[in-house]
């Protein structure tokens, strides 16, 4: 009986999920244009917690504190902060249409064939956040698959887990253990029910073995996005233009960083500039 509510209430938000979308329309632009600028931190940013002492008692240690692992192998990596500059790095800054409406893709995207990867080399995700685009919208307004490819792998000796963990109004989640030298094609390997989904917010990643590795995957329904590199630039290279859409921000140290319903804009064909900084939150 379990079973057939949950099989029931699936097929019923995929049904809603299908409604949702023909009733999208796409959304008038006039043309193109590029969006980039920089990100920075107004105070002090807060420590990230050191893990060795956790790795020093793990049964994988060996691996954890290998010596060419690098520094930020071996912490909680929330913040990545330029003490000068207060430039942030791992904020994800993306577009938004507005209500009831889809972006079109521009041309450079209707055949992707990138391959999205994150790794676990020692006892930490790199990246620690990183983006999919695993579908977007076709002219009439269907869904329909990206071409790009999630690759989640483990190049180390020794096994790791992935654990991804959505919002349950779009995503399942799965949970894979992955031996040494393996690795998981999320986009192929996975059944249907458990492949990621466009969701707001990030899909958290964890590892049950090594239970303070975390990352965080954006998985979006279109390409316009951007994650800030150290120096705090972000440039997103193909926007539409003429039309008013949203800017968003996302830091998971903060979480919405211009507020969930964005900053709105009417972007120009050409080179459009947004800077901004936002507060850590108080200790």
Same mark, same amino acid.
């Given at each position: 009986?379990?079973?057939?509510?949950? &099989?029931?209430?699936?097929?019923?938000?995929?049904?809603?999920?299908?409604?949702?979308?023909?009733?999208?329309?796409?959304? #008038?632009?006039?043309?193109?244009?590029?969006?980039?600028?920089?990100?920075?931190? @107004?105070?002090?940013?807060?420590? +990230?917690?050191?893990?060795? $002492?956790?790795?020093? %008692?793990?049964?994988?240690?060996?691996? &954890?504190?290998?010596?060419?692992?690098?520094? *930020?192998?071996?912490?909680?990596?929330?913040?990545?902060?330029?003490?000068?500059?207060?430039?942030?790095?791992?904020?994800?800054?993306? %577009?938004?249409?507005?209500?009831?409406?889809?972006?079109?893709?521009?041309?450079?995207? #209707?055949?992707?064939?990138?391959?999205?990867?994150?790794?676990?080399?020692? &006892?930490?995700? !790199?990246?620690?956040?990183?983006?999919? +685009?695993?579908? !977007?919208?076709?002219?009439?307004?269907?869904? %329909? /698959?990206?071409?790009?490819?999630?690759? %989640? #792998? +483990?190049?180390?000796?020794?096994?790791?887990?992935? !654990?991804?963990?959505?919002?349950?109004?779009? *995503? /399942?989640?799965? *949970? !894979?253990?992955?031996?040494?030298?393996?690795?998981?094609?999320?986009?192929?390997?996975?059944? $249907?029910?458990? #492949?990621?989904?466009?969701?707001?917010?990030?899909?958290?990643?964890?590892? $049950?073995?090594?239970?303070?590795?975390?990352?965080?995957?954006?998985?979006?329904?279109? =390409?316009?996005?951007?994650?800030?590199?150290?120096?705090?630039?972000? /440039?997103? =290279?193909?926007?539409?233009?003429?039309?008013?859409?949203?800017?968003?921000?996302?830091?998971?140290?903060?979480?919405?960083?211009?507020?969930? @319903?964005?900053?709105?804009?009417?972007?120009?064909?050409?080179? *459009?500039?947004?800077?901004?900084?936002?507060?850590?939150?108080? =200790?």
């Amino acid at each position: 009986m379990a079973r057939n509510f949950i &099989c029931a209430t699936f097929a019923v938000a995929l049904l809603a999920t299908a409604s949702q979308a023909q009733d999208l329309s796409l959304l #008038k632009t006039d043309g193109w244009g590029s969006l980039s600028g920089k990100v920075t931190l @107004d105070g002090t940013a807060p420590k +990230n917690t050191d893990l060795a $002492d956790k790795m020093k %008692i793990h049964s994988d240690k060996q691996c &954890c504190l290998d010596p060419k692992a690098l520094p *930020n192998d071996k912490v909680d990596l929330v913040w990545i902060v330029d003490e000068k500059t207060k430039a942030v790095a791992n904020v994800c800054v993306w %577009i938004k249409a507005p209500a009831k409406t889809f972006f079109p893709t521009h041309a450079s995207f #209707k055949a992707q064939k990138d391959t999205i990867t994150i790794d676990q080399p020692f &006892c930490a995700f !790199r990246p620690r956040v990183s983006a999919f +685009n695993p579908y !977007r919208y076709d002219e009439a307004g269907k869904q %329909i /698959e990206s071409g790009q490819t999630l690759i %989640i #792998k +483990n190049s180390a000796p020794v096994t790791h887990n992935v !654990r991804a963990v959505g919002h349950p109004k779009y *995503n /399942e989640g799965f *949970n !894979r253990n992955l031996p040494g030298k393996t690795e998981l094609n999320a986009s192929k390997d996975l059944p $249907d029910n458990q #492949k990621l989904q466009p969701q707001p917010l990030p899909v958290s990643i964890q590892c $049950d073995v090594h239970t303070w590795m975390s990352a965080k995957l954006f998985v979006f329904d279109h =390409p316009y996005y951007a994650i800030t590199k150290e120096d705090g630039t972000y /440039e997103i =290279p193909f926007v539409p233009a003429g039309a008013e859409i949203s800017i968003m921000a996302y830091h998971e140290g903060v979480g919405w960083l211009l507020t969930k @319903d964005g900053e709105k804009k009417t972007l120009k064909a050409g080179k *459009n500039t947004y800077d901004f900084s936002f507060k850590a939150p108080a =200790p």
